[in-house]
Nanobody, 123 residues
Framework: QVQLVESGGGLVHAGGSLRLSCTTS????????MGWFRQAPGKEREFVAA???????YYADSVKGRFTISRDNIKITVYLQMNSLKSEDTAVYYC?????????????????WGQGTQVTVSS
C-alpha cells in the first residue's frame, strides 16, 4: 500500500474550475493505476477518472470533455483538472492507487485511498 494525500478542493461557482492534486509515497508510482472517485451525500462512491503509468486515461461519461486526469511520475503526483463544473459535481473526491487492470472503474480494484477532499459547486 501507498499513502495518498489529496489537496485542492474547495467552493466554486458553477462553470468554474478546480484542480485536485494527489501526492503519493510509493517508490513504484509509475506502475500503479491511479484513479479519482467521488461520493456525494447519500450516494455510492463512483468512478470519475483513471490513468495508467503509460499515460492511458479513462473517464466516466459524466465528466468526459470537462475533466482531465494527468500524472507526473517524477513528482509522484496525479492531478484532476475540473472545468465547467456543475452543481452535480459536488462531492468528496478520493484519490486511489491500485494495479493496472481492466476493471479500472471499480473501487474494489484499488488498494490504497486518500482521505478525500471536498468539492462544492454552487449554482
Amino acid at each position: 500500500q501507498v499513502q495518498l494525500v489529496e489537496s485542492g478542493g474547495g467552493l466554486v461557482h458553477a462553470g468554474g474550475s478546480l484542480r485536485l492534486s494527489c501526492t503519493t509515497s510509493g517508490r513504484t508510482f509509475s506502475s500503479y493505476a491511479m484513479g479519482w472517485f467521488r461520493q456525494a451525500p447519500g450516494k455510492e462512491r463512483e468512478f470519475v477518472a483513471a490513468t495508467w503509468g503509460s499515460g492511458t486515461t479513462y473517464y466516466a461519461d459524466s465528466v468526459k470533455g470537462r475533466f482531465t486526469i494527468s500524472r507526473d511520475n517524477i513528482k509522484i503526483t496525479v492531478y484532476l483538472q475540473m472545468n465547467s463544473l456543475k452543481s452535480e459535481d459536488t462531492a468528496v473526491y478520493y484519490c486511489a492507487a491500485g494495479d493496472q487492470a481492466s476493471h479500472y472503474y471499480r473501487a474494489s480494484q484499488y488498494t490504497s485511498w486518500g482521505q478525500g477532499t471536498q468539492v462544492t459547486v454552487s449554482s
